[in-house]
C-alpha cells in the first residue's frame, strides 16, 4: 500500500483537471504497458489531459493494447513529446526506478525536469526523484501496484474492463501467467476481481502469446540449440548473434521469453540470455534464477544492470564471445 498521507495530498491533486503524463521504462515489456495504459483509462475518466510518452517504440506483440496508438515515442518524436513534459503538472514513471532505465536521450532530459514526479515501481533500489513513491519489491508488477493506487484513492469502480485489460496484461507477463514466486493471494485475487470487472483472460494470453510469427518459432529453434550447460555450476545460458536475428527477420519482441527455457532444466537455477545488438553496439543480456540467488545483485555487480532477485537484466559493451567468456569466469568465481 502507498502510505496515507501521500494518497490524501494526491487525491487532492487529481480532484481537478491537470495535465498528466505517464512514462514507462525504456524497450516496453506487458507490464510497463499495462501499468501506463491502465492507469491513462483511469485518469482519463477524472476529466485530466493524459498522455502516455514511450521512450521508444516497443514490440508489435503488445499493439493490441487500447490507446496503445496514443501513445507518444520520445526518441522518435522527442519535439512533440518535449512541452508535454514541460508542461506537465504530474509526471507518473512506472516500472522503473531510475530515470536512466528510460534510455541516455530521455533520461538526460528527465533529469534535468522539474516537475512534481510520482513512482509507482516494484524494482529493487529506486532513486530518490519522485515526490511521492509508491515503491514495494514485493509487488508482482506494477499493473497490481497501479491496481492497489486506484482502491486506495477511492476509484475501484472506474476500474472498467478496458482499465482491466490493460492491468491484467501485465499481471500475465510479469508473473510468467502466474508461476512465478512473486505471485501471491493478493495478486491472484486482483486478477480474480478484474475478471469481475469484465476482463476477457483467455483472450489476453491468445493476444500475448499465440500471435507469434512462423520465424520468431524458428529463430528460438535456434537459440535452444545454442544453449549451454554449465550443470556443475547449475547454470544454463543462450545466445543470439545479430547474423542469427537477421536470418530469422528478427522483429523487436521476438526474443520475449527465450530466456525462460533455460530455467526449465532439471537442476539448473541460473540462467542468462546474451543478445547481440549491432545498431546498439551492446550485447543486451537477461538473468534468471529460482531460489535464492540475487540476479538483481548480479546484474548490478558484473553487467551495468539491475532488476528483481529473480529476474533482471543488464549489458555489455564488449562483443559477443568476451562477454560470454567475462560470464564463464565470474560463474565459475562465484557460485558453487
Ligand atoms: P528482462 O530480462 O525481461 O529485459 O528484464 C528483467 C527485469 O530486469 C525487468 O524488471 C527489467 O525492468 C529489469 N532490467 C532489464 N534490463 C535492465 C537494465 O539494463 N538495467 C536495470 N537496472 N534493470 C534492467
Ligand atoms: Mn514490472
Same mark, same amino acid.
Given at each position: 500500500?502507498? *502510505? ?40 482519463? #475518466?477524472?476529466? =485530466? ?34 512541452? %508535454? ?42 532513486? !530518490? ?8 519489491? %514485493? ?12 482502491? #486506495? ?42 475478471? !469481475? ?9 491468445? *493476444? ?17 540449440? *545454442? ?14 548473434? #545479430? *547474423?542469427?536475428? !537477421? ?42 534464477? #529460482?531460489?535464492?540467488? !540475487? ?12 532488476? =528483481? ?25 562465484? %557460485?558453487?
Amino acid at each position: 500500500m502507498m *502510505n496515507e498521507q501521500d494518497i490524501e495530498a494526491i487525491k487532492v491533486l487529481l480532484a481537478s483537471p491537470k495535465k498528466i503524463v505517464i512514462i514507462p521504462h525504456r524497450n516496453q515489456d506487458g507490464d510497463s504497458m499495462g501499468s501506463t495504459l491502465g492507469l491513462y483509462h483511469f485518469l482519463i #475518466q477524472l476529466q =485530466h489531459e493524459v498522455t502516455v510518452i514511450s521512450p521508444n517504440e516497443f514490440a508489435d506483440y503488445l499493439k493490441w493494447m487500447p490507446a496503445a496508438d496514443k501513445v507518444l515515442l520520445f526518441e522518435e518524436n522527442h519535439e512533440a513529446c518535449e512541452p %508535454k513534459l514541460n508542461e506537465a503538472d504530474i509526471i507518473f514513471t512506472l516500472d522503473f526506478n531510475a530515470f536512466h532505465r528510460t534510455g541516455e536521450f530521455m533520461g538526460s532530459f528527465l533529469e534535468k525536469l522539474d516537475r512534481t514526479f510520482i513512482m509507482i515501481d516494484h524494482h529493487q533500489l529506486p532513486d !530518490d526523484y519522485a515526490k511521492y513513491m509508491y515503491s514495494d519489491t %514485493k509487488m508482482s508488477s506494477a499493473c497490481e501496484m497501479v491496481y492497489h493506487f486506484i482502491t #486506495q484513492l477511492g476509484y475501484e469502480n472506474l476500474i472498467n474492463s478496458t482499465v482491466g485489460t490493460c492491468l491484467y496484461t501485465g499481471l500475465v507477463t510479469d508473473t510468467g501467467s502466474f508461476r512465478f514466486s512473486s505471485t501471491t493471494s493478493t495478486t491472484l485475487r486482483v486478477a480474480a476481481s478484474l475478471v !469481475d470487472k469484465g476482463v476477457n483472460s483467455a483472450q489476453i494470453h491468445n *493476444n500475448l502469446f499465440d500471435t507469434s510469427s512462423y520465424n520468431r518459432l524458428q529463430l528460438l529453434g535456434k537459440a535452444l540449440q *545454442n544453449m549451454k550447460l554449465m550443470p556443475e555450476y547449475k547454470t544454463s545460458y543462450i545466445t543470439l548473434t #545479430q *547474423n542469427e536475428l !537477421d536470418s530469422h527477420h528478427y522483429q523487436k519482441g521476438d526474443t520475449e521469453g527465450f530466456v525462460n527455457y533455460g530455467l526449465s532444466i532439471d537442476g539448473i537455477d541460473f540462467t542468462a540470455i546474451f543478445i547481440e545488438n549491432k545498431p546498439e553496439g551492446i550485447i543486451k543480456i537477461s538473468f534468471r534464477s #529460482q531460489g535464492d540467488f !540475487d540476479v538483481n545483485q548480479f546484474a548490478r555487480n558484473y553487467f551495468n544492470g539491475g532488476g =528483481h532477485i529473480n529476474a533482471a537484466g543488464g549489458k555489455s559493451t564488449v562483443n559477443i564471445e568476451e562477454t560470454v567468456a567475462k560470464f564463464i569466469k565470474i560463474v565459475k568465481e562465484t %557460485k558453487k
